[in-house]
């Protein structure tokens, strides 16, 4: 492991740009399970208003200031990858009916929840099966697009 990670360190020039790296991407990581939490609890609270009979099109979602509706959220993690995207929810709502719509709602939820769930059995594989290594770490990345 230490062998693996001194040829990286050569490779990016020192051990300051690998922690820089791996930081990045933590953080970066952070972030896709930070938006992909908060469009859950948005998609929760759409789903209640619909069931009350409420309109759904001025419920927003926001994370870091930016709206998540309608962008991709991608987590590259161990050299696999999860995609997430869900449509603004007010072109959705013009585009379904109540219950197409929670439906749909549902099914990105449990989407979600099973991207998180990807994401916690991954981190708690063993060292050995989730250890960094040269050709994994050049895709350790997570980002919304």
């Known amino acids: 492991m230490s062998n693996a990670l001194s040829i990286?360190?050569?490779?990016?020039?020192?051990?300051?740009i690998l922690e820089g790296y791996l930081a990045k991407n933590i953080k970066d990581i952070n972030q896709a399970i930070g938006s992909l939490q908060t469009i859950d609890s948005t998609l929760k609270k759409a789903i209640s208003a619909l069931e009350k009979q409420e309109e759904i099109h001025t419920?927003?979602?926001?994370?870091?200031?930016?709206?998540?509706?309608g962008k991709e959220i991608i987590l590259?993690?161990?050299?696999?990858?999860k995609n997430f995207f869900i449509e603004d929810l007010a072109i959705l709502s013009a585009q379904k009916t109540s219950q197409e719509l929670l439906e749909?709602?549902?099914?990105?939820?449990?989407?979600?929840?099973?991207?998180?769930?990807w994401v916690m059995e991954r981190m708690e594989e063993s060292p050995t099966q989730s250890s960094f290594s040269p050709s994994f770490a050049s895709s350790q990345l997570s980002k919304i697009l």
């Open 76 to 81: 590259l993690l161990f050299g696999e990858s």
């Open 59 to 69: 419920i927003s979602c926001v994370f870091m200031g930016e709206n998540l509706m």
């Open 8 to 16: 990286f360190e050569k490779h990016l020039g020192g051990a300051d």
């Open 104 to 117: 749909l709602l549902h099914k990105k939820r449990e989407e979600i929840s099973n991207i998180l769930d």
